[in-house]
């Protein structure tokens, strides 16, 4: 799916902003989940990797979408997403 924010290049965030729903997935599966949301969503996400907890050294990543629908969507009908 293309999009108005495909061609301003501000579909996929690079950081992650405080009001975006999020959820982990699987490490090594980003290109794939990546892919999934370009043709099947249409609003802003970001794929990145954050700290699970401030006392641990451990990072997961994660995927975050402005609208809830569409995280909702993503965790009901991708066949990628596995949490940690």
Same mark, same amino acid.
């Given at each position: 799916?293309?999009?108005?924010?495909d061609?301003?290049?501000?579909?996929?965030l690079k950081t992650l902003p405080p009001h @975006?729903?999020?959820?982990?997935?699987?490490?090594g599966k980003?290109?794939?989940v990546r892919?999934?949301?370009r043709n099947?969503?249409?609003?802003?996400?970001?794929i990145v990797r954050y700290p699970c907890?401030?006392?641990s050294g451990k990072t997961a990543t994660?995927?975050? @979408?402005?609208?809830?629908?569409e995280l909702t969507y993503f965790a009901l009908a991708c066949t990628f997403f596995r949490g940690n």
């Open positions: 799916m293309f999009t108005p924010l061609v301003l290049k501000k579909r996929e @975006f729903h999020k959820m982990s997935i699987s490490d980003e290109t794939e892919e999934w949301i099947r969503l249409s609003g802003r996400f970001c907890n401030k006392d994660y995927v975050a @979408f402005e609208n809830s629908h």
